[in-house]
Structures are given as structure tokens and as C-alpha cells.
């Protein structure tokens, strides 16, 4: 069960949130430009890494925003908690 | 060496005689070789299935299974068990149904008893659109050659008559699809049967041998890097499951596959009291009683990606309610034990059996939560994908590019949600 400290709520239950997968995903400028595979890339291919891994959350039964989260995907462990449109902080700040 | 005894009737009396001391090994425990033609990247039920079929269909006895714990350890061990081929689209079943038809021999095939029961699935149906997509599923079943029917909640109540079937439920049971041909089977024996199997046609099975990295000449594979030194390949097959994505990162592919822990759980033995698989996609909890009387109990995936195999207990509570709903009898059986495994899901629920971009290597994973049932005719169409270089018939539709053509396969609801 995880613990999550939501930026606007503080720490509540997992069960409040619901997981929007991986995060930092732009959105083709322009995606007429794309043939089938960049599409393709866009649309379904996803990193999946073993270890630290920055993933989209939203607070569905509080205050319903969506913020930036980076997990170990091993211990679980949260790592860092940000608001949308930030970058993950560097490793060790 | 092969020190393999054939099992029969003579065998078992013959060592029950000598009190069972001498058993021979089921497989060895070789040192790797230096190379092999084909190389196959995990030890659970689909490696070790795709191994027995190079071997056996397509005469390639040169093969090393690679597994980095012990045979079964992973999802072939941690799931459910259940076997089912009722899948709406005709590609999932043409794959699942060619998987029931080797499961209906396979015990003799491998000579070894692979328990599997057919004691027949049902999948509930709480509400309308349950009731029209689970009639929708049953005719294409039968289109497709698969033994599906229908039930009204009379019927369901025949075939189980322990489950609630009151109109005052808060989600009724309306009605089942079923298919008497499906059930459960035993799995360490899938995984122990064709070990066993395939070592006799000469296949190497190394365990505690990790893969750490997937050597390349130009466009091509030319081996592994394991936790017992290099070894040579001309063809791989990755078949890791939840690991896949790891694994194909490995050889710089990047996959549509996420990672999700997927928990069951079983409660204390008791009489046997249920015989049949009861699934609701609905309300969301599947169970079958194993021949030990434990009630075998599963649902559905934690929300995050996770290699921890492990879950959240929210997970565990919310498919308790939803069995206690419909079996109140069960309301106050203990639970002995839950765990989780690593599953690798696909954004269309289907799996990925095919080639890749790189030269010699090979990928069958994205089975999910329901990889399960498809264990055997899973390793035979990947092992003809491997050995010929092609695609079988069956799995051509399961290929990587499906993703980039659009033409997926999505079995999410469409199979009852619950694999």
C-alpha cells in the first residue's frame, strides 16, 4: 500500500489516486508529420524500467489534479513528488 | 546421460516396492555450452514448451532454456490456473482454441500428469451490457468451433449451485457464458512435464543463469551475456513475461508493454464444495477449488507499474467482497496465503509472438493477466516463429507491428475482462 503526498492534499491512502503511467510524454507538434512508426512510437511504446521511474497521478477522490511522481518500481520507495510540467529532480538533489 | 524412466502403472509399483528412493532426476543440470542454435530466455511454462516443440516439430535439439531462478518460480507458478479458450475475436480464438485442443493430450503426450480438469468455465454477466457482450461472445465462440453456451440464471444455478443467484443482489447474476471444456490444470507439472520432455530430446535446462545483456554483430544476435559467462547464440527467443521489456531493452527495442503486479491468494482447505471455474469480469473476483480443497482465488492488476511481486492489500479486499457477494458461504473461510507476480500487459490485452527488428531475435510476451491457459500452443507457434523464421498461421496476426499497422486485437472486455 502506498503513501502519497499529494502536493495540494499531503500524504492520503493510495487508494484516493488513480496511476496515469508514464509521464513526460509530449505530444507530436505536429503529428501529420509522422509516418506509421513515430505514430506508433508515440502512441504505444512506453519505457518500463526496472528502478526509478517518473509516472503521472491524479488525486481521483480529492482534489482531482494530476501531478508528477518518481517510484522505484522495485521497493516501491517514492522518490520524488512535483507538479505538472516540471522535470524530475536530479538523482541525489 | 538420460536416466528418464517412462511413468506408468508398472513404474509406480515397481518403486512403491523400494519405497521410493529411486526416482531417477526428472532433467539434468548441464553446464552451458559454448553456443547453441537457439537460446530461449526464461524457464517458465512457455520456454520451456517452446524448447519441447523446437525439439519435437521442427528437429532443433540444440536449444539451452536459460532461467535465472528455478523452473516455474515466476507467473507459471503464481497463477490461477485457469484454462479457457472462449475469446471474442477469431485470431484470439484460433490461438487460445489450438492451446485447449494440446492441453486435451498433454498429459499423455508428455507422459506426465499434467492434472488438467475440465470441469468448465463460467463467466457472469451482472448487467445488460454484460448480457449482450457475453451472448455476442458465445455465438462467435460457436462460429469459431468453441464449445460456448448461454445460461440464464436457472442454468447458472445448475451448474453451481452454491453460487447466489437471488435477484436481490446488488449486481444479480443475470446469466453465464459457458464452456464445459475448459478448467484448471496443475501448474508446476506444465512447467515440470515439458522440462522433463524436452531434456529427453536433448534440450540443455540451466538454471540460476541470468541474462545480463544480448550481444549483436551488425543487425544480428550472436549470443547472451549471463551470470555464468557468454553464450553463443544464433537465434533467441525472449519469452521473461513480466521481465520483457527489461530484456528487450537489452537489444535496444522498446516494447508497448507495461508492468503490473497481479496478486492471488488461497484460503484454508475444505470438502470439496465447488467444481467448476466461477469468473465475474463485472464485479470482479475469479475462483476454482484445487484438488487440495484450497479455494483459489484472483482478479485483476494493481494500477502501477511494479517488478516487486507484490501488491496492494486494497487489491486483495476488493476481490473478497466481490467473492463473499456471490458465495456467502465462503464469508467466513480464512485465507492461508497471497502473493503477486509480474505480468506484462499489452495495450490491446493480447500477447506479442513474433520477430522483431533485430536479426535472429524473437519475442513472445504481453500474455497479461491469462498467459496461463495458452502455455501450450503458445511455445508450438513460437517455436515454428523461431525455427522457420516466419510467423505460424496462428500468431501472425500477434505481431510486433500490429502496432504500427493498427490491427490489434483487443480482447480488454471483450474476454470477460478477467483472463
Redesign the interface.
Known sequence: ??LIDCPWCGPRD??EF??G?QAHLARPADPMALD??QW??Y????????GP?A?RWVHVAGCRRWFNLQ?D????RIIAVYPMGEQPPEPGS | MRLMTRFSVFSLARNAATGHRHWPRQWRSPEPRRSYDVVIVGGGGHGLATAYYLAREHGIGNVAVLEKGWLGGGNTGRNTTIVRSNYLWDESAALYELSLKLWESLSRELNYNVMFSQRGVLNLAHNLGDVRAGRRRAEANRLNGIDSHWLGPDGVAKVCPILNTSASLRYPVLGSTWQPRGGVARHDAVAWGYARAADKLGVDIIQNCEVTGIRRDGGAVTGVETTRGFIGAKKIGLVAAG?S??LAEMAGL??????HPLQALVSEPIKPVLDTVVMSGAIHVYVSQSDKGELVIGAGID??????QRG???IIEGQMAALVELFPIFARLRMLRSWGGIVDVC?DASPIISKTPVGGLYINAGWGTGGFKATPGSGFVFAHTVARDEPHPVNAPFSLAR????ALIDEHGAAAVAH
Do not use: W
Not at chain 1, 518500481?73 to 516501491?76: N, P, S
Not at chain 2, 494500477?303 to 516487486?308: E, F, H, M
Open positions: 500500500m502506498l493510495e487508494v488513480r496511476c503511467g506509421d512508426r506508433a512510437d502512441l504505444f511504446m512506453r519505457d518500463n524500467p526496472k521511474f509516472e517510484r518500481t522495485v521497493t516501491h | 521481465h521489456s527489461v522498446r516494447l508497448p508493454i507495461q508492468s494500477g502501477y507499474n511494479s517488478y516487486a496492494s492489500f486494497h495495450p502496432f504500427t499497422s493498427g
